[in-house]
């Protein structure tokens, strides 16, 4: 079996997928870090779709192996490229990343953040809750990271019958494994 690779095919195939990677970077770096971390189910969609929607876009009408391993490999050097340069570069790292942004100042939601975010009240309500406290009145900050998640530092101390257990150790009780019902 030959396998012949018609190079100049290759290298448009590398060109195509860098330019399709930078490109839906940038896109998605300017829709906001709320898509990074928590994925809704139109998030999902948009991925699946943008990823089906670009893939003829990377490889063109190269439909072989070398193609798609040209594509692929293209994506993963690329990947671990700005992933080092970002790691070099905190100024890089922030056009990329963006920066952390204040969702709740001493008990005040910061409502014009959360609009330049995309975040819904009720949203940021559930999260104050999952990190155990009632409601923002006894949240002193309120960060969305620049991962998309959402820091908490309370006033005081969370309520502990509030507070969730990481899931990996939340057990059902009387269920195998769990501990035994009362």
């Given at each position: 079996?030959?396998?012949?690779?018609?190079?100049?095919?290759?290298?448009?195939?590398?060109?195509?997928?860098?330019?399709?990677?930078?490109?839906?970077?940038?896109?998605?770096?300017?829709?906001?870090?709320?898509?990074?971390?928590?994925?809704?189910?139109?998030?999902?969609?948009?991925?699946?779709?943008?990823?089906?929607?670009?893939?003829?876009?990377?490889?063109?009408?190269?439909?072989?192996?070398?193609?798609?391993?040209?594509?692929?490999?293209?994506?993963?050097?690329l990947n671990v490229l700005l992933t080092r340069l970002i790691a070099r570069s905190p100024r890089l790292g922030a056009i990329l990343s963006g920066e952390p942004t204040l969702l709740v100042r001493d008990g005040k939601v910061l409502d014009a953040s959360l609009a330049r975010e995309g975040i819904r009240r009720e949203e940021?309500?559930?999260?104050?809750r999952e990190h155990g406290f009632d409601d923002e009145r006894q949240v002193r900050h309120a960060i969305l990271e620049t991962d998309g998640s959402l820091s908490v530092v309370g006033r005081g101390e969370p309520s502990p019958e509030r507070r969730l257990p990481p899931l990996s150790k939340h057990r059902r009780p009387g269920r195998r494994g769990g501990t035994p019902a009362a």
């Open positions: 079996m030959t396998l012949a690779v018609d190079l100049p095919l290759v290298g448009e195939t590398v060109a195509r997928t860098a330019l399709v990677y930078l490109t839906v970077l940038v896109a998605l770096r300017i829709s906001g870090k709320r898509h990074v971390a928590q994925l809704s189910i139109v998030d999902f969609v948009l991925v699946l779709l943008v990823s089906n929607a670009v893939q003829s876009a990377m490889v063109g009408s190269d439909t072989s192996v070398v193609g798609g391993l040209a594509a692929a490999l293209t994506l993963i050097a940021l309500e559930a999260a104050i």
